[in-house]
């Protein structure tokens, strides 16, 4: 049985090349932020945020309550929806971990990105379709423009 082509996650550059500036800047400890966007499929912005982790900011991020209430907020604002989170693996691969998995809530979309002494590299999205569900990678592109309909 085919599992048929991934979900496509669609991202303008302005807002890939924020989160490549971001998790340059963070480096080595985990960048962290809220992925914006007018429909679950297009990525329109990014909002940096702190990573809070005191214990391992390295291999480890956490986003404070009060921060995700603000993005929440900052979205409504711009007329968009919070559509996910995005995080660094400063020295490892872009792709989610099980602590990863274990905070990853169905509904919303992570994009990962590896970052190798400090020069950002791949990213990758992924969801979770069910509460019990492992990750799975969706397709992400990088568009110039909006598609005609």
């Not at 971001?22 to 992925?35: D, K, N, S, V």
């Not at 499929?41 to 603000?70: G, K, M, Q």
């Not at 872009?94 to 002494?117: C, F, H, K, N, Q």
Request: proline share 11%.
């Amino acid at each position: 049985m085919s599992a048929g082509p991934r979900p496509l996650v669609r991202m303008a550059p302005v807002a890939a090349e924020a989160i490549r500036t971001e998790a340059a800047r963070t480096y080595p400890a985990e960048g962290c932020g809220a992925l914006l966007g007018p429909d679950e499929a297009v990525v329109s912005e990014i909002l940096p945020l702190d990573n809070t982790d005191t214990s391992s900011p390295r291999t480890r991020f956490t986003v404070s309550p009060l921060d995700y209430l603000a993005a929440e907020d900052s979205a409504d604002a711009r007329g968009l929806k919070l559509l996910g989170f995005w995080h660094s693996h400063p020295d490892h691969p872009a792709r989610p971990s099980p602590t990863d998995r274990a905070y990853a809530w169905p509904g919303l979309l992570t994009l990962v990105i590896g970052v190798e002494r400090g020069s950002p590299g791949e990213m990758t999205a992924w969801d979770v379709p069910g509460q019990e569900e492992p990750f799975r990678q969706l397709d992400l592109e990088i568009v110039l423009r909006k598609e005609p309909t």
